[in-house]
């Protein structure tokens, strides 16, 4: 195989991101990267949630990769405004999203005692009045959102809209997630807890979610809105991380949506059962694990998991046993792959070009992409990103915690720095003269960054699901979904108390 030829972008450098020569090394042998893989059992594969014991020094390597990775939240975010960077080192530029998750982040940092409540409150307190202050409207500018909803990326001193970023549905739930949390939490009754309890209500009892609803597909939701273009042509739909928006559209008590749209939503779904676990289909991890940071689903079914015989819970135990299991198989040959170095999901990635693996194919790899194992929308350009391992932990600790050691403890200062685990890398690109080989990302993004800490805390503690099973509107939004059965039931017992 000839040496690998630069050739031009394949698609928009995203934004922030400043190209850079490649020297890279081609994957071998003649794999597709976005080959269907055969729909065997692996040995490595199991169908249900395992037993796994984690023993003193996992634990406390658990406990080091939560604290340093909470560091990112608490650090990273201006104390002003409390809008938290999209990723570090960065643009300076907010993600809406990365500011749900830095929410709950505090409520953890708060409970394992690395903060004070107080300080936690006070920071809250502050994000909470900011969003609250922002100015909304349909002007293309000098406006944080319009209707409720939150543009994707804000400016942290400003709070206005960053570059044409729309208005996201799915972004904007995960922020009121935060928001819910944060009031869930803090219940006591100083006057800054009071306050807290205030403005998550007004937050998010102010986003007109039937608004969003798609002008084709209604009651299922658009993805988004902006003020040049209007609605984006494309629907939450198909199985993802919106199956948070919709329970939170569906709790609203001033603004909630049709609850056939839960029908429609669940309509949408694709069945896989290729590696012998069969589940509701979607390839990148974040989508089987942003819902579930805030939402237990264990015990708990709709009407379409009633007629599966599983609940959502398991449904992810799944496709993390698949999403491993596929890179095992290693269809496309990538140097590395194997039982220690998995894990696909939205993340960074070396570059966007084609790359020309042989004098007759190019290949196309990814800056920032959404990568996937399985066969239904398989997307794999060799890049591994531990938030895929570790946002999985609670749903499959045997394979997830001994990966995230190995990486650590593998690839060292390339890969765990400061504030944890960087956010992805690439065994068969180098970019540069690295005598080490391959590519690391540099940057700490926060959509990643919250995965990392909230569900390893679920899986030690379940402590952000107990937060939220005490929130009436998530509770609601279940109940109008149709959800039954586990901590649901009327007589399954009180949640702990308020900690």
Known sequence: MQPAVLLAPSRPQEPGKIPQESTAAPPPGQGTAGATPPPKASPAASPEPVAFHLGPQREAFLADLQRDTFRFFWDTTPARSGLTPDRFPGDGVSSVAGVGFALTSYLVG??????????????TLTTLRFLWKAPQGPEPKGRAGYKGFFYHFLDPRSGARVGGSELSTVDTALLMAGVLASQSFFAGPNPTETAIRD?????????????????????????????????????????????????????SPTHAIDPHAWAAWTSSYRWDESYGLPRIGFGPLFGHQYSHIWIDFRGIRDAYMATRGIDYFVNSVRATYANRAYCMDNPAKWVGYGDMVWGLTASDGPLHAALRVDPNRAWPFHAYWARGAGPLDAQDDGTVAPTAVAGSVVFAPDVAVPTLAYLRDHFGERLYGKYGFLDAFNLSVTLGARPDGGWFADQYVAIDQGPILLMIDNYRAGFVWDVMKRNPYLRAGLDKAGFAGGWLDPLAGQVSASR
């Open 110 to 123: 708060v409970e394992r005692g690395w903060i004070s409540r107080t300080e936690a409150a006070d920071r």
């Open 199 to 251: 403005l998550s209500d007004r937050l998010y009892q102010r986003v007109d979610w039937p608004w969003a609803y798609s002008r084709k597909h209604a009651p299922l939701l658009s993805m988004g809105w902006t003020p040049e273009a209007g609605f984006l042509d494309v629907d939450w739909q198909g199985y993802n991380e919106a199956m948070l928006l919709y329970v939170l559209a569906l709790g």
